[in-house]
């Protein structure tokens, strides 16, 4: 079976400073993993995803993050914070065939 | 425009008034998702339809129906909606024959109350 654990529900940031959101998953099999966006009143939306192959995957926004294999871990980063980024990021892991598991989710507060 | 729609965007209903919540894209994608969002729960998956005719539960699928008769409409339907059914439903649909495997594209949701 597979779990995703998003570590913080809420994290707050300076705007400016480094965006790191915790992502740690479980899976039987080699996963897909995702990081999507929410924006008030919408839908989500990919920010980006691991699949195969290189283990640093860049996303839209400047967002980036890096599978690690050996720490189960997905991280998202971004080096410098703005206030549009201000949103819910969830993280999201899959063995194949539609079966797609989300974390809790974490809001992304920005300060000024 | 690539989209997902659902109908309704808001719907405020008693208990055991049966409605259904419409999911409509426009891709060709062969997989479509229901999932409902709650605080502190995230998204859980109520039901998965592979294909035409092809439907399968998901994590969460008590008082739940589904059918897929066309390929792009894949309905959500509560029979006897009860008070925690109340939450924010999204549908998604993905296309693993574009080789974009299990990447969903969302729906804008439906905010669901349930008196």
């Known amino acids: 079976a597979q779990s995703v654990t998003q570590l913080g529900s809420h994290v707050s940031v300076s705007e400016g400073a480094l965006v790191l959101l915790r992502c740690n998953y479980s899976?039987?099999?080699?996963?897909?993993l995702f990081w999507y966006v929410q924006y008030p009143n919408q839908g989500l939306q990919l920010l980006l995803k691991?699949?195969?192959?290189?283990?640093l995957v860049k996303g839209i926004n400047g967002f980036e993050a890096e599978f690690k294999k050996s720490e189960t871990s997905f991280h998202l980063t971004k080096p410098s914070a703005h206030m549009s980024d201000a949103a819910e990021y969830f993280c999201?892991?899959?063995?194949?065939?539609?079966?797609?598991?989300f974390g809790i989710g974490t809001k992304l507060q920005v300060i000024p | 425009e690539a989209q997902v729609t659902q109908n309704p965007r808001y719907l405020i209903t008693v208990t055991g008034k049966k409605l259904t919540v419409t999911c409509s894209q426009n891709m060709n994608h062969e997989y479509m998702s229901w999932y409902r969002q709650d605080p502190g729960l995230g998204l859980r998956q109520i039901y998965y339809?592979?294909?035409?005719?092809?439907?399968d539960k998901g994590d969460v699928p008590e008082g739940y129906k589904v059918s897929r008769k066309e390929k792009r409409n894949f309905p959500l339907i509560l029979e006897s909606p009860s008070p925690n059914q109340t939450s924010l439903y999204f549908c998604a649909s993905s296309s693993p024959a574009s080789g974009d495997t299990d990447t969903q594209y969302f729906g804008p949701g439906t905010r669901l109350t349930v008196l």
């Open positions: 339809s592979m294909n035409v005719e092809v439907t």
């Open positions: 691991y699949t195969t192959g290189a283990t």
């Open positions: 899976s039987s099999v080699p996963p897909y």
């Open positions: 999201a892991v899959s063995e194949g065939y539609q079966k797609v598991t």
